[in-house]
């Protein structure tokens, strides 16, 4: 089966612009997060979502960054008026649930260059 | 805040040698400890996990060998190949906010096994 797909994979902007990075979790997988990691670092979360809410958003370093899952499959993260320091790469993973000990599987990653 | 602290940054073991890998935590909420593998432009990958209720868990090559006093675990890698040369991750989580795992990760170790 499919794994956890992102699309870019890679996305270079101008600072100041507005970018959209896709995530498409492993069907099924009702538990979806969003990591970043910086260059050199580990991911740090950003987002979980259960479900089509956003049960925990407390990685959102600002509001400049969003995401949604409207569906309950399919998420965005979407970063408004980007800035240098945004650069990184975004990772998305999934999972059949979100409870503790269920695989976190990640995708490749969305490696985001603001110039 | 670094909750989760990974050493070494980097590592070089020679073919059919040990390596070893040390992570320290603080939150004593965290309650899964798993480690990651990463290669180049790919997603971390599970690799390996413990419960703080065991001191030690083995899967083939791999062993992460757990202390709960010293709130410190590590992953040994017994007869390294090559083909392990990555990046390591160490990583904890708790029962989280709405049922929700985020996963805390260590500052990585890159891995070079000599042929």
């Known amino acids: 089966g499919a794994g956890v797909s992102q699309t870019p994979s890679n996305k270079v902007t101008e600072k100041g612009k507005y970018v959209e990075l896709r995530c498409d979790p492993i069907?099924?997988?009702?538990?979806l997060y969003w990591y970043r990691q910086s260059l050199g670092q580990g991911p740090e979360f950003l987002i979980y979502?259960?479900?089509?809410?956003?049960?925990?958003d407390s990685g959102l370093p600002n509001d400049r960054f969003f995401a949604v899952r409207p569906e309950g499959s399919v998420s965005t993260l979407k970063i408004q008026r980007t800035e240098r320091g945004d650069s990184a790469v975004y990772l998305c993973?999934?999972?059949?649930?979100?409870?503790?000990?269920?695989?976190?599987?990640f995708g490749p990653g969305t490696r985001l260059t603001v110039l | 805040q670094q909750q989760v602290k990974q050493s070494p940054q980097s590592l070089i073991v020679q073919k059919g040698g040990i390596s070893i890998i040390n992570c320290a935590y603080e939150?004593?909420?965290?309650?899964?400890f798993p480690w990651y593998q990463q290669f180049p432009g790919k997603g971390p990958a599970l690799l390996i996990a413990?419960?703080?209720?065991?001191s030690e868990k083995k899967e083939g090559r791999f062993t992460i060998s757990f202390n709960k006093s010293a709130k410190q675990f590590s992953l040994h890698i017994m007869d390294s190949q090559p083909g392990d040369s990555a990046t390591y991750f160490c990583?904890?989580?708790?029962?989280?906010?709405?049922?929700?795992?985020?996963?805390?990760f260590g500052g990585g170790t890159r891995l070079m096994v000599k042929p």
């Open positions: 993973a999934s999972s059949l649930q979100g409870g503790l000990t269920y695989t976190q599987y």
């Open positions: 069907s099924g997988h009702t538990a």
């Open positions: 979502f259960q479900g089509t809410g956003a049960a925990d």
């Open positions: 939150n004593t909420a965290f309650d899964y």
């Open positions: 413990i419960r703080p209720d065991v």
């Open positions: 990583a904890a989580t708790s029962p989280g906010y709405n049922a929700g795992n985020m996963l805390t």
